[in-house]
T-cell receptor, first 112, second 112 residues
């Protein structure tokens, strides 16, 4: 069974701090990796995707991928209360079926 | 504007009743997906379709049925065989690039 694991949290950080969200996956042949943000009662919204080892930056968000360790993370710099949400990690596994496998999500709380 | 429309937003089902959730997209995406989300859990795949007139079971297809007669439409029927249907249902679509899903706004189904 191909799995994606996240710490459910909640992860609490003060406003202005860096929030670090982590995700591990079991399928070593996984091709691509996605971070979705989901506000309570709403549908997920894609915020970052990464395909290659290393870092990818977009504004206050940085995705980090280490395929050897089967680990992907999301850093949020200068965290704002509006960043408070559940962050879902999703993986496109080997086989290129297009079916994403989701982790259970990490709840982030940014306190003013 | 292009997007995915799910309806209704809220749906109440009586015991033993079949209900159909609508999902329509005007993004010209080939692939469409249905996921179920339970409180505190990630998304679990119910059914998916990569092309018109073809669909495959996901991880939790029992008690559900779908059709894909048009590229734009992928309705999900929750049958009376689904014993625990109360959940948040999400429809998604993607094009043939590996850049993640676009989600609809979701349907919250409750058994009364």
């Amino acid at each position: 069974q191909k799995e994606v694991e996240q710490n459910s949290g909640p992860l609490s950080v003060p406003e202005g701090a860096i929030a670090s969200l982590n995700c591990t996956y079991s399928d070593r042949g996984s091709q691509s990796f996605f971070w979705y943000r989901q506000y309570s009662g709403k549908s997920p919204e894609l915020i970052m995707f990464i395909y290659s080892n290393g870092d990818k930056e977009d504004g206050r968000f940085t995705a980090q991928l280490n395929k050897a360790s089967q680990y992907v993370s999301l850093l949020i710099r200068d965290s704002q209360p509006s960043d408070s949400a559940t962050y879902l990690c999703a993986v496109n596994p080997s086989g290129n079926t297009g079916k994403l496998i989701f982790g259970q999500g990490t709840t982030l709380q940014v306190k003013p | 504007d292009g997007g995915i429309t799910q309806s209704p937003k809220y749906l109440f089902r009586k015991e033993g009743q079949n209900v159909t959730l609508s999902c329509e997209q005007n993004l010209n995406h080939d692939a469409m997906y249905w996921y179920r989300q339970d409180p505190g859990q990630g998304l679990r795949l119910i059914y998916y379709s990569q092309i018109v007139n073809d669909f495959q079971k996901g991880d939790i297809a029992e008690g559900y049925s779908v059709s894909r007669e048009k590229k734009e439409s992928f309705p999900l029927t929750v049958t009376s065989a689904q014993k625990n249907p109360t959940a948040f249902y999400l429809c998604a679509s993607k094009d043939n690039r590996d850049n993640g899903y676009t989600f609809g706004s979701g349907t919250r189904l409750t058994v009364v």
